[in-house]
């Protein structure tokens, strides 16, 4: 069974700081991975995608990839109240599908 | 911006009854999927599409479930016989291609209640 692993949180940050999201992977033959963001009652939103190892920038967010260990991260810089959702972990395990991981709740408090 | 148009928003059916939940994916795009969404749960793959055929399907989709594009622009997903556990927010999504750099836009969903 090919898993994705998330920290439910809250994750809690203040306002303006930098807030740091985790996530691993079972199926060492992922090749691409996705970071999507959810708010209450809606549906998710593609933020960032990655497939090479190392980082990748857009804008206040940072994804980070390490295959090797099989572990993907999203960074958010100066993070704003408006950032606060629940954020999806999503690889795309070949074939054609996407799977999900259960989200990371973040508040930021201003 | 293009987007996914789901119907209806919300919708109530009795247990046993067959729904049918619509999608109308972006125009340009050619992979089309039906997700799950338990309350309080993750988002769950039931299906992919593409060139008008089943790609994947999960386990969770079983004879109960099936997908039809009628048209050159809707996609549905048909439920024959509703149960209880079938309640959840139904979203469709596409994407434009498969793989390396493809990510999916979603619909609005559908919230399906099953009494």
């Known amino acids: 069974q090919k898993e994705v692993e998330q920290n439910s949180g809250p994750l809690s940050v203040p306002e303006g700081a930098i807030a740091s999201l985790n996530c691993t992977y079972s199926d060492r033959g992922s090749q691409s991975f996705f970071w999507y963001r959810q708010y209450s009652g809606k549906s998710p939103e593609l933020i960032m995608s990655?497939?090479?190892?190392g980082d990748k920038e857009d804008g206040r967010f940072t994804a980070q990839l390490n295959k090797a260990s099989q572990y993907v991260s999203l960074l958010i810089r100066d993070s704003q109240p408006s950032d606060s959702a629940t954020y999806l972990c999503a690889v795309h395990t070949g074939g054609f599908k996407t799977i999900f991981g259960a989200g990371t709740r973040l508040f930021v408090k201003a | 911006e293009p987007e996914v148009t789901q119907t209806p928003s919300h919708q109530v059916t009795q247990m046993g009854q067959e729904v049918i939940l619509r999608c109308v994916p972006i125009?340009?795009?050619?992979?089309f999927y039906w997700y799950r969404q338990i309350l309080g749960q993750k988002v769950e793959f039931l299906v992919s599409f593409y060139n008008n055929e089943i790609s994947e399907k999960s386990e969770i989709f079983d004879d109960q479930f099936s997908v039809e594009r009628p048209d050159g622009s809707n996609f549905t997903l048909k439920i024959r016989s509703t149960k209880l556990e079938d309640s959840a927010m139904y979203f469709c999504?596409?994407?434009?291609?498969?793989?390396?750099?493809?990510?999916?836009?979603f619909g609005s969903g559908t919230r399906l209640t099953v009494v």
């Open positions: 999504a596409s994407s434009e291609s498969y793989g390396t750099n493809y990510g999916y836009t």
């Open positions: 125009s340009n795009h050619l992979y």
């Open positions: 990655i497939y090479s190892n």
